[in-house]
């Protein structure tokens, strides 16, 4: 199935440094949404957008949505070792009636305390 | 406020057997949708219900597959004869949402199918 190119595939950094992170797709998407999956649990939703340009915070989280609508990243600041997990990009495709979500590879995150 | 809810979390079974799963959405919403993850993937969508009708089916799901919500609430997704590339995290999800307009989908932590 298709999945979305996101990079880096992994980081491993030390507590308190800034992480970045990002996605892109060969088609226009109407939502950009973050979520962060630890092992054996479900992805967990961290930022949603909605319109080209926007930019939102969450906390030490902050992403943007790519004025082209085909990108989006996502900041970690001052990382802590809980910050520790894969951290996934979904798109929703504009326009149309699907409502189904194309995830990007992930971007496994390691923090050294 | 409860979550998406799983059952079961775990499931082994052998080759050629059935196995079925169950979701509980968010209780107000009437959006509920199927995914699955093989490890170091990210979710592939599966299929999808607005209210208790499926309005929406990958390719991934083969003629072995069957999902329903029969009164729009709970969803069972049903793997007849399972093979080995069945093994998977099975990831549900919901969502409220209108027309075209969607609020984000939350996820249950998944069922976990290994096939021996």
């Known amino acids: 199935g298709q999945q979305l190119n996101q990079s880096p595939q992994s980081m491993f950094i030390q507590e308190g440094e800034d992480v970045s992170m990002n996605c892109t797709s060969s088609s226009i998407f109407n939502t950009w949404l973050w979520y962060k999956q630890d092992p054996g649990e479900g992805p967990v939703l961290l930022i949603a957008?909605?319109?080209?340009?926007e930019l939102t915070s969450n906390g030490r989280l902050t992403a943007q949505f790519g004025i082209t609508r085909k990108d989006s990243f996502l900041n970690i600041s001052a990382s802590i070792p809980s910050d520790v997990g894969i951290y996934f990009c979904a798109g929703r495709h504009y326009g149309g009636a699907t409502n189904k979500l194309i995830f990007g590879t992930g971007t496994l995150l390691a923090v050294q305390p | 406020d409860t979550g998406v809810s799983q059952d079961p979390r775990h499931k082994i079974t052998k080759r050629g057997q059935n196995v079925t799963f169950r979701c509980d959405p968010i209780?107000?919403?009437?959006?509920l949708y199927w995914y699955r993850q093989t490890l170091g993937q990210g979710p592939e969508f599966l299929t999808y219900f607005q209210n208790e009708a499926q309005l929406e089916k990958s390719r991934l799901l083969s003629d072995r597959f069957s999902a329903e919500r029969p009164k729009g609430s709970f969803s069972t997704l049903e793997i007849q004869r399972t093979e080995q590339g069945d093994s998977a995290m099975y990831l549900c999800a919901s969502s409220l949402g209108t027309g075209t307009s969607n609020q984000p989908q939350h996820f249950g932590d998944g069922t976990r199918l290994s096939i021996l």
């Open positions: 209780s107000e919403h009437n959006r």
């Open positions: 957008l909605y319109k080209a340009g």
